[in-house]
């Protein structure tokens, strides 16, 4: 009877195990199923135990049977849930999760692991004289739809402020959207088919990963240095895998805070030019920079990058407006698929942006909060220090401290503890395709003045090297024991 039992679960196992890949896209209607000798080898399973579960399968109409072919998979496509499409993760290092309690958290909970300023830090003062003087002018249209490529101003405005960073584009190179993830996803939604590599840096913005598991695309990381990718690793990657576009930051990294050499950004625009590869540079974070790190566009011209970005970090969240910048024969082809999927985008937000961003109190605005970034940068570093958390580098610039916690503690379970007190971080592997940045954690130094923050980090380090001391302490009595009755 216990045989049958262990026997029936096997096959149950198998059965689950196809589901889920049919659920997570990895197998499709027609799609050729591993034969039952591969299953049986791939799972330690017995042949006949394969065979059951195949069969139960055909009854249900979930596969079928090709006399001299094998079997296929007859269940309709399964609707797309991004939770089942890539690798299962616990929750505090899941992308999706880590979204959506950034933006549900209550708003009495301390959130230093999110990627955004204070409320309080933001332009509100610009952003309300924006509105006063739109509402000033009759001629203003609060109905009527944008032009194909967005309202002309604020692109003519964007290309100007290019030339900061050393790069020459036209008005005609600019695609406003809604966002900078929705620049992304017109730019995957150009590039890419379902299975495509893309290249991305490990560790990396983890919302780069969720979009592009909603894509289907296989995801690649790219070893980070202090100076921008591992150069040997990236030539490898672009033969091992022939990818389809490398997706990065420019300017002030997300997690890390670092900044690209000139040196690293040469080389990788040679290996880009030598493989063909397409560059998307998302540059949301450059009104924190001190001085202009190097751009890829500006080595290249926009041959072969296309760049992204939005103001969502420095004016406001809540004007959903974002941009794509390329060469003009792909921005009409992205205008062609900004209308198949969205008509256009809201004049209303682009006009504010504009108004904003035109005015002079915005720079001296950038000009205030860059120096409080620095301030708020070396008390954090400072505070981190004297609890045992060591900064990867200290960055010239930005909002974020990328920093290693003591004795290999696991970030994941120092973020899972301080949830249960209101405090929000963000644990290394989230950013982490490879799953290898787990004694790291992300800190926002504008987020970080509550005492509370580093009382509860304090607590749940202490709590969590407790937990791992005991579990190494019960791994080595188990070792001991099986070594004794070996011997015995």
Same mark, same amino acid.
């Given at each position: 009877?216990?045989?049958?039992?262990?026997?029936?679960?096997?096959?149950?196992?198998? =059965?689950?195990?196809?589901?889920?890949?049919?659920?997570?896209?990895?197998?499709? &209607?027609?799609?050729?199923? *591993?034969?039952?000798?591969? =299953?049986?080898?791939?799972?330690?399973?017995?042949?006949? *135990?394969?065979?059951?579960?195949?069969?139960?399968?055909?009854?249900?109409?979930?596969?079928?049977?090709?006399?001299?072919?094998?079997?296929?998979?007859?269940?309709?496509?399964?609707?797309?849930?991004?939770?089942?499409?890539?690798?299962?993760?616990?929750?505090?290092?899941? &992308?999706?999760?880590?979204?959506?309690?950034?933006?549900?958290?209550?708003?009495? !909970?301390?959130?230093?692991?999110?990627?955004?300023?204070?409320?309080?830090? =933001?332009?509100?003062?610009?952003?309300?004289?924006?509105?006063?003087?739109?509402?000033?002018?009759?001629?203003?249209?609060?109905?009527?739809?944008?032009? &194909?490529?967005?309202?002309?101003?604020?692109?003519?405005?964007?290309?100007?402020?290019?030339?900061?960073?050393?790069?020459?584009?036209?008005?005609?190179?600019?695609?406003?959207?809604?966002?900078?993830?929705?620049?992304?996803?017109?730019?995957?939604?150009?590039?890419?088919? &379902? #299975?495509? %590599?893309?290249?991305?840096?490990?560790?990396?913005?983890?919302?780069?990963?969720?979009?592009?598991?909603?894509?289907?695309?296989? /995801?690649?990381?790219?070893?980070?240095?202090?100076?921008?990718?591992?150069?040997?690793?990236?030539?490898?990657?672009?033969?091992?895998?022939?990818?389809?576009?490398?997706?990065?930051?420019?300017?002030?990294?997300?997690?890390?805070?670092?900044?690209?050499?000139?040196?690293?950004?040469?080389?990788?625009?040679?290996?880009?030019?030598?493989?063909?590869?397409? /560059?998307?540079? $998302?540059?949301?974070?450059?009104?924190?920079? =001190?001085?202009?790190?190097?751009?890829?566009?500006?080595?290249?011209?926009?041959?072969?990058?296309?760049? %992204?970005?939005?103001?969502?970090?420095?004016?406001?969240?809540?004007?959903?407006?974002?941009?794509?910048?390329?060469?003009?024969?792909?921005?009409?082809?992205?205008?062609?698929?900004?209308? !198949?999927?969205?008509?256009?985008?809201?004049?209303?937000?682009?006009?504010?942006?504009?108004?904003?961003?035109?005015?002079?109190?915005?720079?001296?605005?950038? $000009?205030?909060?860059?120096?409080?970034?620095?301030?708020?940068?070396?008390?954090?570093?400072?505070?981190?220090?004297? /609890?045992?958390?060591?900064?990867?580098?200290?960055?010239?610039?930005? /909002?974020?401290?990328?920093?290693?916690?003591?004795?290999?503690?696991?970030?994941?379970?120092?973020?899972?503890? !301080?949830?249960?007190?209101?405090?929000?971080?963000?644990? #290394?592997? %989230?950013?982490?395709?490879?799953?290898?940045?787990?004694?790291?954690?992300?800190?926002?130094?504008?987020?970080?003045?509550?005492?509370?923050?580093?009382?509860?980090?304090?607590?749940?380090?202490?709590?969590?090297?407790?937990?791992?001391?005991?579990?190494?302490?019960?791994?080595?009595?188990?070792?001991?024991?099986?070594?004794?009755?070996?011997?015995?």
């Amino acid at each position: 009877m216990v045989a049958a039992t262990r026997e029936a679960t096997r096959v149950e196992q198998i =059965m689950t195990l196809v589901r889920e890949r049919i659920e997570g896209r990895v197998l499709s &209607p027609g799609a050729r199923l *591993t034969s039952v000798r591969a =299953m049986a080898e791939a799972t330690g399973f017995s042949k006949s *135990t394969v065979v059951e579960a195949y069969a139960r399968l055909v009854a249900e109409r979930v596969i079928r049977s090709r006399a001299g072919s094998g079997f296929f998979i007859e269940a309709p496509l399964a609707p797309l849930s991004l939770e089942r499409v890539g690798p299962r993760l616990d929750r505090e290092i899941d &992308p999706l999760w880590m979204l959506r309690q950034s933006l549900t958290v209550g708003t009495t !909970a301390l959130k230093p692991g999110c990627g955004w300023l204070p409320d309080e830090w =933001m332009p509100a003062e610009l952003l309300r004289k924006g509105l006063r003087s739109m509402a000033r002018v009759r001629r203003t249209s609060v109905t009527g739809y944008a032009p &194909p490529l967005g309202w002309e101003p604020l692109r003519r405005l964007l290309a100007r402020r290019l030339k900061d960073q050393g790069i020459d584009a036209s008005p005609d190179q600019v695609l406003l959207t809604d966002s900078g993830t929705h620049a992304i996803d017109l730019v995957c939604r150009f590039l890419i088919e &379902p #299975g495509d %590599v893309v290249l991305v840096d490990d560790p990396s913005y983890f919302n780069f990963h969720a979009l592009l598991r909603a894509h289907r695309a296989r /995801i690649v990381g790219i070893p980070f240095t202090s100076r921008g990718p591992d150069v040997t690793a990236f030539a490898q990657a672009l033969v091992e895998h022939r990818p389809r576009f490398y997706l990065m930051n420019s300017a002030i990294h997300n997690p890390t805070g670092a900044t690209l050499s000139a040196a690293v950004a040469h080389r990788i625009m040679m290996l880009a030019v030598a493989h063909d590869l397409v /560059i998307v540079e $998302d540059d949301i974070f450059a009104d924190f920079e =001190m001085e202009p790190a190097p751009r890829l566009a500006a080595f290249d011209g926009f041959d072969r990058v296309i760049r %992204v970005g939005s103001f969502s970090k420095s004016v406001s969240s809540s004007i959903r407006c974002g941009h794509v910048i390329a060469k003009p024969e792909w921005i009409a082809a992205l205008s062609d698929l900004r209308i !198949a999927t969205g008509m256009s985008g809201s004049p209303l937000t682009a006009r504010l942006l504009h108004e904003v961003l035109a005015n002079a109190g915005f720079r001296r605005h950038m $000009d205030q909060i860059r120096a409080r970034l620095q301030e708020k940068m070396a008390r954090t570093t400072k505070r981190l220090k004297a /609890i045992g958390v060591m900064p990867w580098i200290e960055p010239a610039g930005g /909002i974020f401290l990328w920093c290693t916690l003591p004795d290999a503690i696991d970030t994941a379970e120092v973020a899972r503890r !301080a949830l249960a007190d209101d405090v929000l971080f963000a644990p #290394g592997n %989230v950013f982490s395709v490879a799953q290898s940045a787990g004694n790291f954690m992300r800190f926002n130094v504008a987020m970080m003045e509550d005492p509370k923050i580093l009382r509860v980090l304090e607590s749940a380090m202490t709590e969590s090297s407790m937990t791992k001391s005991s579990m190494t302490e019960s791994a080595s009595a188990r070792a001991l024991a099986r070594t004794a009755i070996g011997t015995w």
